[in-house]
């Protein structure tokens, strides 16, 4: 090597336009990597045999904090007996708060059980999962409610009936 230090951009984007953009913008500056989805970019930086998916999870029954009841077999949350209309990304997202209620979660660590992936350091996905999460909660008169700690994550609170 030369020991000159060649700093070069990553882009990572599913949308072909954006990475045309980039590469317009930025050819002239030095080598542009440019990826799709992180496992392309992955796979570049890390060529070989490919890593195995990880296994899914165990089924779990469901998970209950007080009134609320998520269960992951059903896709079902209830709050005192009641359904509530959640995606799938809230259900999950729910399902981990409740299972250690009034515990922190940090971003990385619900990025990585909701999402399993490994957190960035971009949390604008989580907020906005939370965001559509609180919304509906908030519907429910009495209901559990997603509280924010400020710099680290999510704690959830439940009333006690």
């Known amino acids: 090597m030369t020991g000159v230090d060649i700093p070069f951009v990553v882009c990572v984007s599913a949308d072909v336009s954006v990475r045309e953009r980039v590469v317009r913008r930025l050819d ?21 045999p490919p890593v195995p998916a990880p296994a899914p999870p165990p089924e779990q029954g469901p998970v209950r904090c007080g009134d609320l009841v998520v269960d992951p077999t059903r896709h079902l949350v209830t709050w005192r007996g009641e359904p509530l209309a959640l995606t799938r990304l809230e259900r999950e997202l729910l399902a981990r708060l409740a299972g250690d209620p009034e515990a922190v979660w940090s ?28 919304r509906k909660l908030r519907e429910v008169a009495g209901g559990p409610q997603v509280q924010t700690v400020r710099g680290v994550g999510y704690r959830l609170a439940v009333p006690r009936g």
């Open 107 to 134: 971003y990385e660590r619900i990025f990585g059980s909701v999402w399993g992936g490994t957190w960035l350091g971009d949390a604008a996905i989580l907020h906005s999962a939370v965001k559509r999460l609180r």
């Open 28 to 48: 002239d500056l030095g080598p542009v990597v440019i990826c799709a989805d992180l496992a392309e970019l992955r796979a570049m930086l890390f060529p070989g």
